[in-house]
Structures are given as structure tokens and as C-alpha cells.
């Protein structure tokens, strides 16, 4: 098991918000920081959900597509899961198990959320893959699938962000589900879990990695005023 688990994020939200959809980062790179958390795919092309050293994307039409070490991602965040034991919890809906983790203390630091079980129901969405001229973000969340399923076990994974990395990470939870029969997946809308075991992992270190020899992003001029508008509009 490794000691202190560190929070690797390739990317940041501000870029999404401003069309910055490009991969820039392999998965092969990704992957040696980290075998478990979420992201995207170049041009926005469905939600990734990291498990087991294994990355998988959510398309628009449902499917789940194992992902090879050459596609390349512009935003992902990834930890290596020190598999510790977790906590037996039962009930919870979405907006129900955020209001228990945020009663847990710990509203100022990065930490991972991993639930494995049994939901009753959960509502998924995937975005659709973009094509440059890229729009911005918020543009994007209108054009999205909204999955649902009932009685479906698999794994929740995610991360909370502190408020004041609002812009570098989206402030709050962002979740992605795999079914364990690769049936149903994406960004967490909403769920009702019937049973499972939770774990958490706070971070005391939290790794960005930019792209700095991306001309796009050089260049970009980013909305500051707006920018919390626009990832609140895309993400919750």
C-alpha cells in the first residue's frame, strides 16, 4: 500500500469552460500517476471513469469503450486507491450522502469518494463529442444522454474540491458510476443506493499538470467573471 496518496490533475475546469477540448495527455501517461478517478476525452468524446488501472469511456449512446494508452485526455484527475477499508452505508440518495460527507470535517481539503454496491436506481448523463471550432462548456451541458437504471451494482467514484479551487476544479462533488457489467456508466446525476461499502481519501498533496507546450492554451484568454456561472451550469 502506498503512503500518503496524492491527487494528480491533468488540466483544470477553467480550460474545459473555455473550449479547450484538445487531449493532451495520454492515458498511458495518466495512468502512471494514479489508478483510479475520472475525466474526459479529447474533443469532450464521453465521461472516463478510471478502475483498477483500467480506463473506460461512457459514449452517447450508452456504450462503455476500454480505452488504449494512446488516446489522450484534456482534463483528468487520478489517485492510486490504497484499497482501505471502508464503511458499510445504505439509504443514501445523491444530495443525502453529501450533506453526511460534508458533515465529516473535511470541507477544505481534496479527498476521494469511492461507493462499490448495490444502487436501486441511478441517472447518469454523458456529453456528446465536440468538434472544433470547439463551443464553450456550458454550450456543451445542453447536449448531453441521460442514462437510468435500476438495481445496478458497480462502483461510484469521485472527488470533492474545496470552494477556493473553484475554477481549478469544479467546488463541490464530481462523480462518475461504472456498472460491474459495463451496462451503464457516466457522470452522476442522481442515484438511490440500497447498499455498499464507502471510502474516503483525503489528500494532503494535489499534483496540476498543465499543458505548456499546447499553443491553445498558451493563447486562451479565460472569462474570469463568469467562470463560476459557466461551471455551475455545466456540472451540477
Do not use: W
Not at 480550460?15 to 474526459?40: P, Q
Not at 454523458?126 to 472544433?132: G, S, Y
Not at 444522454?145 to 461510484?156: I, K, Q
Amino acid at each position: 500500500m502506498r503512503k500518503d496518496p496524492k491527487l494528480f490533475q491533468h488540466g483544470t475546469l477553467a480550460m474545459l469552460v473555455a473550449g479547450l477540448f484538445d487531449g493532451t495527455m495520454s492515458i498511458e501517461e495518466l495512468l502512471k500517476h494514479g489508478d483510479s478517478g475520472i475525466g474526459t476525452c479529447s474533443g469532450l468524446d464521453g465521461e472516463m471513469v478510471i478502475l483498477d488501472g483500467m480506463a473506460y469511456t461512457i459514449r452517447r449512446d450508452g456504450t462503455v469503450e476500454a480505452l488504449s494508452g494512446d488516446v489522450k485526455t484534456p482534463f483528468a484527475c487520478v489517485h492510486f486507491d490504497p484499497k482501505s477499508p471502508g464503511q458499510k452505508v445504505s439509504g443514501f440518495s445523491l444530495p443525502e450522502l453529501e450533506a453526511y460527507l460534508k458533515g465529516q470535517g473535511m470541507g477544505n481539503i481534496f479527498y476521494a469518494v469511492k461507493l462499490t454496491g448495490r444502487f436501486a436506481k441511478m441517472k447518469t448523463r454523458t456529453v456528446f463529442k465536440q468538434e472544433k471550432p470547439y463551443p464553450g462548456l456550458s454550450e456543451v451541458a445542453d447536449q448531453q444522454a441521460v442514462f437510468e437504471g435500476e438495481n445496478t451494482t458497480g462502483t461510484l467514484i469521485g472527488y470533492y474540491a474545496p470552494d477556493l479551487y473553484q475554477g481549478i476544479a469544479s467546488s463541490g462533488f464530481h462523480l462518475h458510476y461504472l456498472s460491474a457489467d459495463h451496462a451503464l456508466g457516466g457522470h452522476v446525476l442522481d442515484f438511490q443506493l440500497a447498499e455498499a461499502d464507502l471510502s474516503l481519501t483525503p489528500f494532503s498533496d494535489f499534483d496540476i499538470h498543465l499543458p505548456t507546450s499546447n499553443a491553445d492554451f498558451l493563447q486562451a484568454n479565460f472569462d474570469l467573471a463568469s467562470l463560476n456561472d459557466q461551471i455551475q451550469q455545466a456540472e451540477h
